[in-house]
């Protein structure tokens, strides 16, 4: 006799005495109705089985805090100073608009990147201490989950150093759809002589990025040089080719002008509400306003060595942050294939079952 096979969700009517799977031959209509939805059951458990992928699931997670990036650096990186872009009438005007002006400067090798103009009500000690926030920058930049700087060393800038203030080591975390990518940044602070910040990756430790670097450049506004910035921004991202086309395009395009725009919002909320409390400072050569993000620590053995202490220390508290991170993973890893097995075992069973009531149906017609 003829056996139909079950598709994928497949719906077969209910017949009142017999069904299709019964065909030319009568049935008890309860075993029909069984054979029916033992059809159905098996069409979605074997749709879930094929469709779900447990890696959807978890996030990626190649990065490794203990362990060397693959490469010192492939991207060449910016140098701190003015950018020298000129702008123009058209340029001006958008600027005044209040939007970015975004285009394109020359880097050596590197060829063209791309660059962004943006102005901002407030004063440029506000700009400032908004970008070097690193520690609260999950509750401004978009796709930001998680950053947390874990070394901080001063330097005496010299003309040797070219005038290097200090370097800040920052821990990152940005997530996109079904994926989390988390990298680790070496910033190289210039404020003083270059109005600059430039970064590259920290090679030291491995990154879910090939490699970034990146600069900003913050001077008084030309118009309103005490209460209003100019700043500049520009990044160039080398991405891995597992990480998906979206993130890609993100990272290497709509990431420039998000970039400004954040700094722009929280610097002028932060400008109204210093007015607001009466602690506004206007003229950037107030030195109080700047004095508690660019003052440097005084010198010598003991206090080096309690900076060198506290750096330790939390090199080591991220480490074990790593690792139960990872853990973590793992773990969810196993539970998610453990589900896809289970859903297997069931469509198998439930096969078997269903192969077992078209033997009965079979059996029960030849014996009329």
Avoid at 273 to 287: D, L, N
Wanted: proline share 6%; hydrophobic share 35%.
């Amino acid at each position: 006799s003829e056996q139909t096979t079950p598709t994928l969700c497949s719906v077969v009517p209910l017949q009142s005495t017999a069904c299709k799977c019964n065909q030319n031959r009568s049935l008890p209509i309860s075993i029909c109705n069984a054979m029916t939805s033992c059809k159905n059951i098996i069409g979605l458990l074997f749709a879930a089985a094929i469709s779900f992928d447990p890696s959807s699931l978890f996030f990626v997670h190649a990065s490794n805090f203990n362990k060397p990036h693959s490469h010192t650096g492939k991207v060449e990186p910016f140098k701190p100073g003015d950018p020298n872009i000129k702008l123009d009438g058209s340029a001006t005007s958008i600027l005044k608009a209040g939007k970015p002006y975004q285009t394109q400067i020359l880097s050596g090798d590197a060829g063209g990147r791309g660059l962004v103009v943006q102005d901002v009500d407030a004063p440029t000690h506000i700009v400032w201490d908004r970008i070097l926030d690193y520690d609260n920058y999950a509750n401004m930049v978009p796709k930001t989950l998680d950053s947390k700087n874990y070394k901080v060393i001063p330097h005496k800038p010299t003309k040797a150093n070219n005038f290097l203030e200090k370097e800040i080591y920052t821990r990152m975390k940005v997530g996109f759809p079904m994926i989390k990518l988390e990298f680790f940044v070496r910033h190289f602070l210039h404020i003083k002589e270059h109005k600059s910040l430039t970064w590259t990756l920290d090679y030291t430790k491995e990154s879910d990025f090939d490699d970034s670097c990146g600069f900003w450049y913050i001077i008084p506004h030309p118009d309103d040089p005490e209460g209003r910035t100019r700043l500049y921004y520009s990044v160039q991202v080398g991405m891995f080719d597992w990480v998906p086309k979206f993130a890609v395009d993100f990272m290497s395009s709509k990431a420039l002008t998000d970039a400004t725009a954040w700094v722009k919002k929280y610097s002028e909320i932060e400008w109204v509400k210093a007015k607001k409390e009466g602690r506004a400072h206007t003229s950037p050569q107030q030195p109080k306003a700047e004095a508690p993000t660019f003052a440097l620590p005084m010198f010598g053995k003991k206090k080096r060595d309690e900076e060198e202490r506290l750096a330790k220390e939390a090199a080591e508290k991220a480490a074990l942050e790593e690792q139960a991170e990872a853990e973590k993973q793992r773990n969810l890893v196993v539970v998610r294939a453990g589900w896809r097995r289970y859903v297997m075992v069931s469509v198998m069973v439930a096969l078997a079952f269903y192969n077992g009531s078209m033997f009965v149906g079979d059996h029960h017609g030849k014996s009329q």
